[in-house]
């Protein structure tokens, strides 16, 4: 059932502006510098050869990117959303994160919070805070008009519970549920309600804008997809909502001074583009040093999956590659997303690139060292993922370090030891018990410092257009989300989820109103619009014809949280007696256990009546459900 604000109150800006609803940002046309009926003749956009044509084009298909074409869409405007991941895998960080959103009952205790956590840095803007928060303080309306009936509020997380307007703050979620997608899925199910004004390119990634240099009017996308180059024209804005560059090392170690950190979300698709299609046409940078991290997880090497919150019970003492301690470990600043507090500061994290947790047989024979691995961690060993030696000078070498590096980690751990005696680090004054790393055998886990996600890309305005170094709108070109966001140093976790419904509105609006410095009309010539073979349909069921059955087995399919769940299930009478997972695009380091397990409990009980798998709930329930869906086929 939808909410009592009706999509129509939406379409137009004069609707939004009787009401007071969504409002605060200027429709941005851009200052002409030639008229379009003066340039008629030999306008730019006459001379480029199109394949597409729309009126706004959107970069990018997580939830900035959603809400951008929302937004775009229900001021009238026909808009194309491209996304660069094939539809299994697109979403990045907006599909992989907890799906919390940001809110606040109080729009001047919101002013008061984000200039709290800008502190004594010089941007934003008060006016892009202002607009920020305009929009914040309307974030659940926005979700209930979308369609989320029962939003829910989840305690404790607000970051920075000192500072000025935190009171009035709220982490939203579109039902009592979080970390299962459902905000992105909200988002994606709305854009296919608008499928006569929005169509879904996937495997389509925009490479380069197209620029009239005389004017500096962005007028298009260049877009690779199918093979082949696809320019697409944008009548009134293009939008970049692509997000950051976790996955692109070489920026890593240019903006940041990092090598190695991963994506925490598997944001394999984040690798900078909308950064340098922006810089092509102008743009300033902010925010490049500012990362939201989770800093010490494992990282599979083949697959480059990440655990989530290894660190949040870490058994062992943490030592660099040179064999000492450097830091509490029950302080690792995982709960203000890897910021810690330097000397009453705080900040990204300086840490080595090596990293291992040590600790000794009395630890590790109490459980599993990650909630998803083996009890005993035989199969990790194996793996080698987990290094085990009788001696620690077997372990340094193990670990591969040189003779200094063993020397230390010997130091460290009889130093360690001595703490634990005297029940005090006094080193590090790392909290709770102090475990001993003394009995034999002894392991290590090395650990690699993970991203939730980068903040930096092209500066933008309060009205989501991205700028110059002198401060001047690049004519028709806007932003949303992670790319260029607004945290200059500390962040609020929902605020980029919830950022990209913001920002998303604000230059969806921009974006889609009509410009008076081009030509409105189309530059076509009759010829038909290119349409990829990765064209999103909405609305389909999934097709189950091209698996093969046996008599008595039955397909089932079920929503997990990456997409849809096929299995096939066998039985006799009412008792399944084999079932099989034939299709999911789940994130393996955190459903891995529950695809592989499942269909087993399910066989052993002879009936979905089974426990799930801690820590992939949503994928363990998905899985009984696709079983009870094929079962209902009997």
Not at 11 to 35: E, M, R
Not at 319 to 336: C, L, P
């Amino acid at each position: 059932m939808r909410s009592a604000v009706s999509r129509r109150s939406f379409i137009t800006g004069s609707a939004l502006a009787a009401t007071g609803l969504f409002g605060g940002a200027l429709l941005a046309g851009c200052s002409p510098k030639a008229s379009a009926a003066d340039r008629a003749g030999d306008a730019f956009e006459s001379t480029v050869e199109w394949g597409a044509e729309y009126d706004v084009v959107v970069v990018g298909f997580g939830g900035a990117g959603a809400n951008s074409a929302i937004a775009a869409a229900d001021e009238g405007a026909s808009v194309l959303l491209l996304e660069k991941a094939p539809e299994a895998e697109a979403g990045g960080n907006s599909i992989a994160c907890m799906q919390l959103l940001c809110w606040s009952e109080n729009l001047d205790d919101a002013i008061a919070y984000v200039k709290a956590m800008r502190g004594d840095y010089d941007t934003p803007s008060d006016a892009i805070i202002e607009a920020y928060c305009a929009e914040m303080v309307k974030n659940k309306e926005w979700i209930e008009y979308l369609g989320a009936e029962n939003p829910a509020f989840v305690e404790g997380k607000i970051e920075y519970p000192d500072m000025a307007g935190a009171q009035s703050f709220r982490v939203l979620t579109v039902h009592e549920g979080r970390g299962d997608g459902a905000a992105y899925k909200l988002f994606r199910q709305a854009v296919a309600d608008r499928s006569d004004k929005i169509t879904v390119w996937y495997e389509a990634a925009g490479q380069h804008l197209i620029q009239d240099a005389l004017t500096g009017i962005v007028h298009g996308v260049e877009v690779q997809v199918d093979g082949q180059v696809v320019n697409v024209r944008a009548r009134n804005g293009v939008i970049l909502t692509t997000g950051g560059y976790e996955s692109n090392d070489e920026m890593l170690e240019s903006f940041n001074g990092y090598h190695g950190w991963e994506s925490l979300g598997h944001a394999l698709y984040n690798t900078g583009d909308g950064i340098k299609m922006a810089m092509e046409v102008g743009c300033d940078l902010w925010h490049m040093g500012n990362l939201q991290t989770n800093n010490f997880e494992f990282v599979d090497p083949d697959t480059l999956d990440c655990t989530w919150k290894y660190d949040s019970d870490l058994k062992g003492i943490l030592v660099g590659g040179n064999g000492t301690r450097f830091i509490s470990e029950t302080d690792t600043g995982a709960t203000n997303h890897g910021h810690l507090n330097y000397a009453g500061t705080w900040h990204v994290p300086v840490l080595p690139e090596i990293t291992y947790e040590v600790l000794d047989q009395t630890v590790f024979e109490r459980g599993p060292l990650y909630k998803s691995w083996s009890a005993d961690g035989q199969e990790e060993i194996e793996k080698g993922w987990i290094l085990k030696a009788d001696s620690l000078e077997q372990l340094a070498a193990a670990m591969g370090f040189d003779e200094e590096a063993a020397q230390n980690l010997q130091a460290e751990v009889d130093k360690w030891n001595r703490f634990c005696d005297e029940g005090v680090d006094l080193a590090y004054g790392r909290k709770g018990d102090l475990d001993p790393v003394a009995t034999a055998p002894f392991y290590a886990v090395k650990l690699t410092h993970t991203l939730v996600n980068t903040q930096g890309g092209p500066v933008k305005n309060e009205q989501g257009q991205v700028v110059t170094p002198r401060g001047e709108a690049v004519p028709h070109l806007y932003e949303a989300g992670e790319l260029g966001d607004i945290w200059s140093n500390h962040y609020q976790g929902s605020c980029n989820l919830g950022g990209g419904m913001i920002f998303g509105r604000i230059s969806g609006r921009n974006a889609a109103a009509a410009k008076t410095d081009n030509l409105q009309e189309s530059v076509m010539d009759g010829k038909p619009s290119f349409v990829p073979s990765t064209l999103a349909v909405f609305g389909e069921e999934v097709d189950l014809s091209s698996y093969e059955v046996a008599d008595g087995e039955l397909l089932g399919t079920a929503e997990g949280k990456k997409g849809p769940i096929v299995v096939k299930v066998a039985c006799e009478g009412t008792t399944i007696t084999a079932v099989e997972v034939l299709e999911q695009n789940e994130t393996p380091s955190i459903a891995g256990d529950a695809i592989a397990s499942m269909p087993a409990s399910i066989v052993e009980a002879g009936s979905v009546d089974v426990d799930v798998v801690s820590g992939a709930t949503i994928t363990s329930k998905a899985i009984i459900a696709a079983v009870e869906d094929a079962m209902s086929k009997a």
